[in-house]
């Protein structure tokens, strides 16, 4: 499938299950009047908020490159996912709120049949399987924003757990649980804010990408027989894909022909490393060492943002 109609597909999902997950647990919590449960019905609502946001997002990231965007729009995920985060942030925040205030107030009464706890289990499980589902989508297409979803998901399992602790230990008679309950489902929601925020950071100022891939690179590099070595290699995130730039050694006795048939080569071997979108190759002569390996602390030693070490630096044998 391509990525285009798999990440639809997969926002289209999430939107869904999130639909019913709020008409389930907001029910349920007007039925039953349990906190935890009204917790997770909120969590259920920012999730809902944010899917439609994550819909309408991941048209627009799928959408083909055109003369105003040449490189596609994929560029718009890491967006889309601070929105998500936002969102989270914002359901935690109201779910603490509420929790705190309960408990101070002392308000809370017991919880009792067993329509609270089915309706977490069934959550539970439903947000397990998003996160399954999400996760593989995400990593198969290098889609930051199913990733977010993915976590968020995750986090999701986590929190309905918590709230069923709360409903159980409500109806077994310490009612206080509830709101407790609730409260740690809302620095659950949070946490997972954070983690989706740190995950997408990169994307947006240009990180450099994970060690792997930077020796992938590397190695595609050199692959090519007729080069001697290779250097000066950037690698930074623009979006959520990676442009390369490097300058690989020749012989420097080569035609200018040769010479670009060489760079063409190379910079289709790096290309097809996963999650690399454009390629920049430099190609220079070997006999001229125009790269000398620092030493001591001088000046010029610091190495530009996604710029392999002076050590990656890779010569044919």
């Not at 190695?219 to 001697?228: G, M, Y």
């Given at each position: 499938m391509e990525r285009r109609d798999a990440v639809r597909r997969a926002g289209a999902v999430v939107?869904?299950?999130?639909?019913?997950?709020?008409?389930?647990?907001?029910?349920?919590?007007?039925?039953?009047?349990?906190?935890?449960?009204?917790?997770?019905?909120?969590?259920?609502?920012?999730?809902?908020?944010?899917s439609l946001v994550l819909v309408a997002g991941l048209y627009l990231t799928t959408q083909p490159p055109d003369e105003r965007h040449p490189h596609g729009h994929e560029r718009i995920e890491p967006f889309v996912s601070l929105v998500v985060a936002l969102g989270v942030f914002a359901a935690g925040a109201l779910v603490l709120r509420s929790a705190v205030a309960t408990v101070l107030g002392g308000s809370y009464g017991a919880v009792t049949g067993p329509l609270p706890?089915?309706?977490l289990v069934v959550g539970g499980v439903a947000k397990f399987g998003l996160y399954r589902y999400c996760r593989a989508v995400g990593e198969r297409h290098?889609?930051?924003?199913m990733v977010a979803t993915a976590l968020d998901n995750r986090a999701d399992v986590l929190t309905a757990g918590a709230a069923l602790a709360g409903v159980l230990g409500a109806a077994a008679g310490v009612p206080v649980l509830d709101p407790?309950?609730?409260?740690?489902?809302?620095?659950?929601?949070?946490?997972a804010g954070v983690d989706i925020?740190?995950?997408?950071?990169?994307?947006?100022?240009?990180?450099?990408?994970?060690?792997?891939?930077?020796?992938?690179?590397?190695?595609?590099?050199?692959?090519?027989?007729?080069?001697?070595?290779?250097?000066?290699?950037?690698?930074?995130?623009?979006?959520?894909?990676?442009?390369?730039?490097?300058?690989?050694?020749?012989?420097?006795?080569?035609?200018?022909?040769?010479?670009?048939?060489?760079?063409?080569?190379?910079?289709?071997?790096?290309?097809?490393?996963?999650?690399?979108?454009d390629v920049f190759v430099h190609v220079d002569p070997r006999e001229l060492g125009e790269w000398k390996?620092?030493?001591?602390?001088?000046?010029?030693?610091?190495?530009?943002?996604?710029?392999?070490?002076?050590?990656?630096?890779?010569?044919?044998?």
């Open positions: 939107l869904v299950v999130n639909l019913a997950l709020v008409a389930g647990k907001g029910a349920v919590w007007a039925w039953t009047g349990s906190l935890a449960v009204g917790s997770e019905a909120v969590n259920s609502l920012a999730d809902l908020a944010y706890a089915g309706v290098g889609s930051p924003a407790l309950a609730a409260g740690v489902v809302a620095l659950g929601i949070c946490y925020v740190r995950d997408n950071v990169d994307y947006l100022v240009g990180g450099a990408p994970p060690e792997e891939l930077r020796e992938a690179i590397l190695s595609r590099a050199i692959e090519h027989p007729q080069v001697h070595g290779a250097h000066d290699v950037i690698a930074h995130y623009v979006g959520p894909e990676v442009d390369v730039s490097l300058h690989v050694e020749v012989e420097g006795d080569l035609t200018l022909g040769e010479a670009h048939e060489i760079e063409s080569a190379v910079a289709e071997a790096v290309g097809a490393v996963d999650q690399v979108d390996e620092p030493s001591g602390s001088g000046p010029g030693l610091a190495e530009p943002p996604g710029r392999a070490a002076p050590g990656d630096r890779r010569e044919r044998d």
